[in-house]
């Protein structure tokens, strides 16, 4: 019976979980690590902190099945994809791994034990490899397991692994399977032909800690990590020449063929293409599902790069419609058991990779016609420039051009390439200098590659979805891009949701929403814990109670809106709005104010909708439609060619964009606070709905309260005591001032007579000071009167009387002692008042007005 794949994944971590390893999920293919490769390669590199020291390790022995891309490696496998039976891009790792547990006499037994007793394979066919001096891994090997000595072979480099050029190393021992004298010469995998013999399983024995000066000390504990290829693995233990052959691939070969109209085994040519777009299928459809994004930068050209290379084998083909998302959809369908979250993003992946392929389309035979011109100018050889202009122009990576050159025999002038890639970036810096920075190409980048935002927050309030872009302000907070969002970017008189974002790595707090450009939803977010990573899958999840409340505030918009027609007439229109959680504005053409007798009404014609609890109602239907059916459109709103209707109740029908709630019970009551003008013909009302209304009415509840008690009387005879308290008040004032006229006359009176009367009269006000003048210069008949003083200690007042028949100016006078106080006035006629800031200067005032008076 043939093995299929689900089988061996099962197998392998069934045989370690009974041996008391802990299953860990595969890792995504982003590594968060600073020292680990670009994308994950291994199934040790989840495990980087634990076989680095930096963190305990959370189990002694553990075992995974891994997802790895590896574009580069031991072999440059992406030259040699669809060509050689063995070579991919994409993989998967069985491993098994033990952190200070067993070593060497545990895992070459297990290796040996799985290998023959559980997957099947001929111990007389295994060969094993060792590191030249590892004697101890030899000796397991010969007196343990009991492989005979001559087909145990001890190698060089191949057999000792080491992170990089300092850190944990150790020599590896490498099983090998011989596949027959058909497939090459014999002499194991150190002598013979390298087809015949098939490694299947790496060892490594990690015990070293390499030192910058080439020194290895021993590790603090000893760790295993063993990495067995899972392809090569179905392709031997189903006696396979290819591992397209395998049940994991085939079918994805099967899904080019139906995307190329080719057949497998057609020709070379043919087959090679297929086998290409079916490694890449899962490349791409992996890398796009972990949140590797097409891009000029780091791992997003690596991806950019595998999609143009799949797209242009299917031009070779002749193929001229988009082939990516068929064959995303054949990787799914073989591989979406097993990673479940594949298939949840498949529509996701789709997206992307179709808008990649049109790009690229759109270039591509006019890129490939310039190749061909170039190739005919110079057979051998492409031009820096050209290869420059088939990058920039055309979209061709370096590495394709290379590539293609390759094919025909001819090479690719790379350092003219690259100068030419140097004064671009020099002419950019140029270009870039004394010139604002902004964000709108970022913006653009994103809505062309991945298109509007999909907004989920009509039906929920927590959405789980991708990040797609992460670009920094200069506030120390980060704008956030999703592929789909909870979150309501303001427009329309709504304010923008507020809420959290959260990944594995990280918590952001989203202080806004809004449209960086249309359709394209941006979060403004500060961080709370870790960071947010471009790919992430995330969790956004809005503040529900502050919704809420702006959903009750939106329809109760609507409402207001209907009942001020109802009351005001038809040429009530709605001119703007604020729909906040707080309170709702609402701006409307009217041409006075609203009378208290029809604002309660308009109230009443409101609050009763809301008592019915009519249901409330949105859908998208064309304009037209929406235009017989009666609903209202908006000043200065563009509306496109289907547009949403919200139906609040039978009585509001408008185009809506905002979120509402589902019946109109759920507003609560509402409370105009205000209303006002704000221009000619323009009124503004601000409302309160639900708990808004509710506190509203406590608080003034509470202000009667203590205005009841203040009078000493019950909140509802309120009235009648504050009428007396101002009844008693204005004849207390009226006491008041009959005694400050008494108090006036009285000093008026105590002035010393002459023919002219200066004096400094301090705590009285302007009022007072004048009435004194007056009644001192009718009392005591002098030619005139000035009076000073400070009614509070930081003012000045001065007052001046003059008899009419004087020949005095009494503005003259006030004016000049103003001047000498700080300050100034006067006036005309035969009484005038003049102020100062200067209070310390009355008495130079006063001198100034004897020396006058008296010349």
């Known amino acids: 019976m043939p093995m299929t794949g689900d089988q061996l994944r099962r197998l392998w971590t069934k045989f370690f979980v009974d041996r008391d390893h802990s299953p860990v999920p595969s890792a995504g293919l982003i590594p968060h690590h600073p020292r680990a490769p670009m994308f994950t390669n291994a199934g040790m590199n989840q495990f980087l902190p634990y076989i680095l020291g930096e963190e305990q390790a959370a189990h002694a022995r553990a075992t995974s099945v891994q997802k790895c891309v590896r574009i580069k490696g031991k072999h440059d496998d992406i030259e040699n994809i669809g060509r050689s039976p063995y070579h991919f ?60 000595a001559e087909r145990i072979q001890r190698m060089g480099d191949d057999n000792f692994w080491q992170m990089g050029d300092t850190g944990p190393c150790g020599p590896c021992s490498e099983l090998f399977y011989d596949v027959g004298p058909e497939r090459g010469a014999e002499g194991g995998p150190a002598h013979g032909g390298e087809d015949r013999y098939l490694e299947f399983w790496n060892l490594v024995f990690m015990q070293f800690d390499r030192q910058p000066d080439g020194s290895m000390p021993p590790l603090p504990r000893k760790i295993i990590d063993t990495g067995a290829g899972f392809e090569r693995n179905l392709l031997l233990l189903n006696g396979l020449d290819s591992v397209f052959e395998t049940d994991m691939l085939r079918p994805i070969v099967a899904a080019a063929e139906r995307a190329t109209n080719k057949r497998y085994g057609e020709s070379e040519p043919v087959d090679i293409a297929l086998r290409i777009l079916a490694d890449h299928a899962r490349s791409i459809s992996f890398l796009i599902s972990d949140g590797v994004f097409p891009s000029n930068e780091e791992r997003g050209y690596v991806l950019r790069r595998i999609i143009r290379r799949a797209v242009r084998q299917a031009y070779m083909l002749g193929v001229d419609k988009n082939v990516t998302p068929a064959l995303v959809d054949g990787t799914v369908e073989v591989m979406g058991e097993a990673y479940p979250d594949l298939a949840r993003n498949a529509d996701f992946v789709k997206g992307v990779v ?210 001020l027609r109802e009351v005001l007439g038809g040429h009530v229109k709605q001119q703007g709005s604020l729909v906040s959680p707080e309170y709702l504005r609402f701006d409307f053409s009217h041409h006075s104010p609203v009378s208290p007798e029809d604002m309660e009404q308009i109230e009443s014609l409101v609050n009763g909708r809301i008592l019915d609890n009519e249901p409330v109602r949105a859908y998208t239907t064309s304009k037209e439609h929406a235009e017989q059916l009666g609903a209202i459109a908006f000043f200065g709103d563009k509306y496109g060619d289907f547009v ?191 102020g100062g800031k200067d209070p310390s200067k009355i008495d130079e005032a006063l001198e100034a007005m004897r020396a006058r008076l008296s010349s």
């Open 354 to 563: 179709e808008r990649e392929e049109d790009s690229f389309r759109r270039t591509l035979k006019s890129g490939m016609a310039r190749l061909d011109e170039e190739l005919e100018r110079s057979p051998t050889r492409i031009g820096g420039p050209v290869a420059f202009q088939l990058h920039d122009t055309f979209g061709f990576p370096i590495e394709l051009t290379r590539e293609l050159a390759a094919e025909r025999g001819a090479a690719v002038d790379e350092e003219g390439f690259a100068a030419a890639m140097e004064e671009q970036r020099r002419r950019a810096k140029e270009s870039a200098k004394g010139q604002a920075h902004t964000d709108a190409e970022d913006y653009r980048q994103v809505l062309e590659q991945f298109g509007t935002t999909e907004f989920t927050g009509y039906t929920e309030y927590e959405t789980k979805a991708r990040i797609l872009k992460v670009v920094p302000r200069d506030d120390e907070a980060v704008e956030v891009f999703l592929d789909r969002t909870p979150f309501y970017a303001e427009g329309g008189g709504q304010v923008g949701d507020t809420g959290t974002i959260t990944s594995e790595t990280g918590v952001g707090r989203v202080h806004d929403t809004t449209y960086a450009l249309p359709g394209l939803h941006r979060h403004v977010v500060q961080m709370v814990d870790g960071e947010l990573h471009e790919g992430q899958e995330v969790t956004a999840a809005i503040d529900a109670e502050r919704r809420n409340a702006i959903r009750r505030n939106h329809t109760g918009t609507h409402l207001l809106h209907w009942a």
């Open 644 to 834: 949403r209707v919200v139906e609040a109740g039978d009585r509001s029908m408008e185009l809506c964009g905002g979120t509402h709630v589902g019946a109109l019970g759920m507003i609560g009551p509402v409370k105009v606070t205000s209303e006002g003008s704000i221009g000619a013909n323009m009124r503004r009302i601000f409302a309160l709905t639900g708990t808004g209304t509710l506190e509203r009415v406590k608080q003034d509840e509470r202000i009667l309260e203590r205005a009841a008690d203040l009078l000493r009387t019950q909140p509802e005879e309120l009235p009648e005591a504050l009428e007396r308290a101002l009844a008693r008040q204005r004849e207390l004032e009226q006491e008041v001032k009959a005694l400050r006229s008494h108090q006036v006359k009285d000093a008026a009176r105590a002035l010393r007579p002459g023919p002219v009367i200066v004096a400094r009269q301090d705590g009285f006000d302007q009022d007072q000071l004048k009435d004194m003048a007056v009644f001192a210069r009718d009392e005591h008949k002098p030619n005139a009167v000035v009076l000073i003083g400070t009614p509070d200690g930081e003012r000045v007042v001065v007052v001046a009387a003059v008899a009419k028949d004087s020949g005095l100016e009494a503005g003259k006078l006030a004016g000049e002692a103003g001047r000498v106080v700080g300050g100034g006035g006067g006036g005309k006629g035969d009484v005038a008042v003049a």
């Open 89 to 148: 891009t994409f993989f998967e790792m069985l491993g098994n791994f033990s952190f200070g547990d067993y070593f060497k006499e545990g895992a070459i037994p297990l290796a040996w034990e799985l290998s023959t007793e559980v997957l099947g394979y001929d111990g007389d066919r295994i060969w094993a490899t060792v590191f030249l001096d590892d004697d101890d891994a030899f000796e397991i090997w010969r007196d343990v397991v009991g492989l005979p």
